[in-house]
């Protein structure tokens, strides 16, 4: 498939389909007129970067972590690498987690009409 075809699948724009391209994260073969052309593996690999990218990994990181998904193997520094991705992600959780019982504060307060007076603290 051509690299519209692949990004209107996948969801993503022509732009990052060259960006991941130039990171070494997808490798499309080419015509002879220099086309790039995308297998349906290709679709799935799009898919897994894209995932990868919301859980906020780096693509300096994925050029090593992708070979090793396919290899099976993780070696123990990337292996550490993503377990601190992963306290990164709980972090950001928790803060979220925290935010939201404010709102909720926030919104209970607000639910009483003769009660207006805002609390000193939202925890």
Do not use: W
């Not at 996948?10 to 297998?39: F, K, M, N």
């Not at 349906?40 to 090593?64: D, K, N, P, W, Y």
Request: proline content about 2%; charged content about 25%; overall charge neutral.
């Amino acid at each position: 498939m051509r690299i519209g075809e692949l990004a209107r699948r996948a969801g993503v724009s022509t732009r990052a389909l060259r960006y991941y391209e130039e990171q070494g994260l997808l490798t499309p073969a080419r015509t002879t007129a220099g086309h790039r052309i995308y297998t349906e593996a290709s679709l799935a690999r799009v898919q897994l970067i894209q995932l990868l990218f919301t859980a906020g990994l780096s693509s300096r990181l994925l050029v090593r972590l992708l070979p090793a998904i396919d290899a099976k193997y993780l070696e123990l520094d990337l292996v550490a690498r993503l377990e601190a991705e992963r306290a990164r992600l709980a972090a950001n959780i928790s803060e979220l987690q925290a935010a939201h019982r404010r709102l909720g504060v926030l919104l209970d307060i607000s639910a009483d009409p003769d009660d207006r007076e805002c609390a000193t603290t939202l925890d």
